[in-house]
C-alpha cells in the first residue's frame, strides 16, 4: 500500500491556512504544521496533525524549520506577516523577505519535491485591462511596506526557481469565509459594516474568492503548476459599492451612501504613517498603503489559472459571504464562532 503524500504547511493556524490543512487532511495526506502556537494548532486540528512549533524570525529558526521540512514531499509556504503601515516595515521585511528565503533554503536542503509559496495577488498592477499572472511590477510600490515586503518574497522564489528547485508562487486575490480571525481588510470591512462602522466608500475594484477555493487551488498549484510560474487564484470581480450591497442585504444594515474623496484618504493616510513612525501610534487601517489600494481597480482574468491547472472556484460567493457574516455574527456576540464543513477528520 503507498504511503499518504506528506506536506508541510507554515502559517496553518491562519485563515487560508486552516483551510488548506483541512482539506487535506480530507484527503487522506500526512500533515505537518510549522506554526507560533501549538496550543492553537492543537485546538484547529487535534492530534490529526504533526504540530511542529516555531517562530521564522527566532534564534535557531534554521534549525527548526530545516527539521520541520525533513522527509515531506510539498511546502506549502503561507506563514507571514500582515499588516500595513511604514512603521512594521522591519518587522514586515524579516518575516516575509528574510523568512522565505530561510524556508526556501531549508526546503532544498531537505530535498522537498515541490514549494508552494502562497503571495498576494495585491502588488499585482495593469493599465486599462484585466490583470493577469504576468503581471508583476519590476519594482515593488513606493511606501508600501506589506506589498515591499512580498515583492521581496517573491524575488527569493523566482531565484530559487531559477536555480533549479521546483518553487511556484500561488498568488489570492481577496479571501472570505468562516474562521477569518485577524481579519482581512475584507473581512473587516463585512465587520465594519454590520457594526454600522461604514460610514463611506471609495472607488475600489476588489477581487474576491471563498476561502474554500484558496485552499483547493493551493492544492492543484501543487499537483500542477510549473515551476517558476504564478497561478491566480481569484473569482469575481466586484467594485466595492456592489460587495457591500451584498453584506448589507445579508445583514439589514445600510450600506455606505457617502462617498470619500480620495485626496482625503490619501491625507488621513500619509498623516497616521507620519504618526506611527514619529511616535509609534497611528491605525494599520488607514495608512498610506491601504490609501494607495483604494483607488486600485484590482479586476482579473483568471482563464490562464484555470486553463492550466484545470481548476475554478466552486463555491458561490454569496455562500461564503454568508458563512463569513455567520461567523462574525457569532464573534461579534461572543458565541464559539463554528467552521461549516471544515472540522478536521479524528486521527487515525
Same mark, same amino acid.
Given at each position: 500500500?503507498?504511503?499518504?503524500?506528506?506536506?508541510?504547511?507554515?502559517?496553518?493556524?491562519?485563515?487560508?491556512?486552516?483551510? &488548506?490543512? *483541512?482539506?487535506?487532511?480530507?484527503?487522506?495526506?500526512?500533515?505537518?504544521? $510549522?506554526?507560533?502556537?501549538?496550543?492553537? %494548532?492543537?485546538?484547529?486540528? +487535534?492530534?490529526?496533525? !504533526?504540530?511542529?512549533?516555531?517562530?521564522?524570525?527566532?534564534?535557531?529558526?534554521?534549525?527548526?524549520?530545516?527539521?520541520?521540512?525533513?522527509?515531506?514531499?510539498?511546502?506549502?509556504?503561507?506563514?507571514?506577516?500582515?499588516?500595513?503601515?511604514?512603521?512594521?516595515?522591519?518587522?514586515? #521585511?524579516?518575516?516575509?523577505?528574510?523568512?522565505?528565503?530561510?524556508? $526556501?533554503?531549508?526546503?532544498?536542503?531537505?530535498?522537498?519535491?515541490?514549494?508552494?509559496?502562497?503571495?498576494?495577488? +495585491?502588488?499585482?498592477?495593469?493599465?486599462?485591462?484585466?490583470?493577469? +499572472?504576468?503581471?508583476?511590477?519590476?519594482?515593488?510600490?513606493?511606501?508600501?511596506?506589506?506589498? /515591499?515586503?512580498?515583492?521581496?518574497?517573491?524575488?527569493?522564489?523566482?531565484?530559487?526557481?531559477?536555480? +533549479?528547485?521546483?518553487?511556484?508562487?500561488?498568488?489570492?486575490? %481577496?479571501?472570505?469565509?468562516?474562521?477569518?480571525?485577524?481579519?482581512?481588510?475584507?473581512?473587516?470591512?463585512? @465587520?465594519?459594516?454590520?457594526?454600522?462602522?461604514?460610514?463611506?466608500?471609495?472607488?475600489?475594484?476588489?477581487?474576491?474568492?471563498?476561502?474554500?477555493?484558496?485552499?483547493?487551488?493551493?492544492?492543484?498549484?501543487?499537483?500542477?503548476?510549473?515551476?517558476?510560474?504564478?497561478?491566480?487564484?481569484?473569482?469575481?470581480? $466586484?467594485?466595492?459599492? =456592489?460587495?457591500?450591497? @451584498?453584506?448589507?442585504? @445579508?445583514?439589514?444594515?445600510? %450600506?455606505?451612501?457617502? *462617498? /470619500?474623496?480620495?485626496? #482625503?484618504?490619501? %491625507?488621513?493616510? /500619509?498623516?497616521? =504613517?507620519?504618526?506611527?513612525?514619529?511616535?509609534?501610534?497611528?491605525?494599520?487601517?488607514?495608512?498610506? !498603503?491601504?490609501?494607495?489600494?483604494?483607488?486600485?481597480?484590482?479586476?482579473?482574468?483568471?482563464? !490562464?489559472?484555470?486553463?492550466?491547472?484545470? *481548476?475554478?472556484?466552486?463555491?458561490? &460567493?454569496? =455562500?461564503?459571504?454568508?458563512?463569513?457574516?455567520? *461567523?462574525?455574527?457569532?464573534?461579534?456576540?461572543?458565541?464559539?464562532?463554528?467552521?461549516?464543513?471544515?472540522?478536521?477528520?479524528?486521527?487515525?
Amino acid at each position: 500500500m503507498a504511503a499518504s503524500p506528506s506536506h508541510l504547511v507554515t502559517g496553518a493556524t491562519g485563515f487560508i491556512g486552516r483551510h &488548506l490543512v *483541512w482539506q487535506l487532511l480530507r484527503s487522506g495526506a500526512t500533515v505537518r504544521v $510549522l506554526c507560533r502556537s501549538a496550543q492553537k %494548532a492543537q485546538r484547529l486540528f +487535534g492530534d490529526a496533525v !504533526e504540530i511542529h512549533e516555531g517562530d521564522l524570525n527566532e534564534p535557531g529558526a534554521g534549525d527548526r524549520i530545516h527539521t520541520a521540512c525533513r522527509g515531506m514531499g510539498t511546502v506549502f509556504h503561507l506563514a507571514g506577516l500582515y499588516c500595513f503601515g511604514w512603521r512594521h516595515r522591519a518587522s514586515l #521585511w524579516r518575516t516575509n523577505a528574510e523568512g522565505t528565503r530561510r524556508i $526556501l533554503q531549508s526546503a532544498r536542503q531537505a530535498g522537498v519535491d515541490r514549494f508552494v509559496h502562497c503571495s498576494t495577488a +495585491g502588488i499585482l498592477a495593469a493599465q486599462g485591462r484585466l490583470i493577469t +499572472g504576468r503581471d508583476r511590477p519590476t519594482r515593488p510600490p513606493l511606501g508600501c511596506a506589506y506589498k /515591499i515586503s512580498k515583492w521581496h518574497a517573491e524575488e527569493e522564489v523566482l531565484r530559487a526557481a531559477a536555480s +533549479g528547485q521546483p518553487a511556484v508562487i500561488a498568488s489570492p486575490t %481577496a479571501p472570505i469565509g468562516a474562521g477569518d480571525e485577524r481579519p482581512t481588510p475584507t473581512g473587516q470591512m463585512i @465587520r465594519d459594516l454590520m457594526l454600522g462602522r461604514f460610514p463611506g466608500c471609495t472607488r475600489t475594484g476588489l477581487n474576491l474568492i471563498s476561502v474554500e477555493d484558496v485552499a483547493s487551488g493551493l492544492i492543484q498549484v501543487a499537483a500542477r503548476g510549473r515551476p517558476g510560474r504564478r497561478y491566480v487564484l481569484g473569482h469575481e470581480n $466586484l467594485w466595492l459599492e =456592489d460587495f457591500l450591497s @451584498r453584506v448589507a442585504l @445579508r445583514t439589514g444594515r445600510p %450600506a455606505p451612501r457617502a *462617498w /470619500i474623496p480620495f485626496a #482625503w484618504v490619501a %491625507a488621513a493616510g /500619509i498623516l497616521n =504613517d507620519a504618526a506611527g513612525v514619529l511616535a509609534g501610534a497611528g491605525s494599520d487601517r488607514i495608512c498610506w !498603503e491601504t490609501a494607495y489600494f483604494s483607488r486600485q481597480r484590482q479586476f482579473f482574468d483568471l482563464r !490562464e489559472t484555470t486553463e492550466e491547472l484545470d *481548476w475554478s472556484p466552486q463555491k458561490r &460567493l454569496d =455562500d461564503a459571504l454568508g458563512e463569513a457574516i455567520t *461567523w462574525f455574527a457569532q464573534r461579534i456576540t461572543g458565541e464559539e464562532p463554528s467552521h461549516p464543513g471544515c472540522r478536521a477528520p479524528a486521527a487515525p
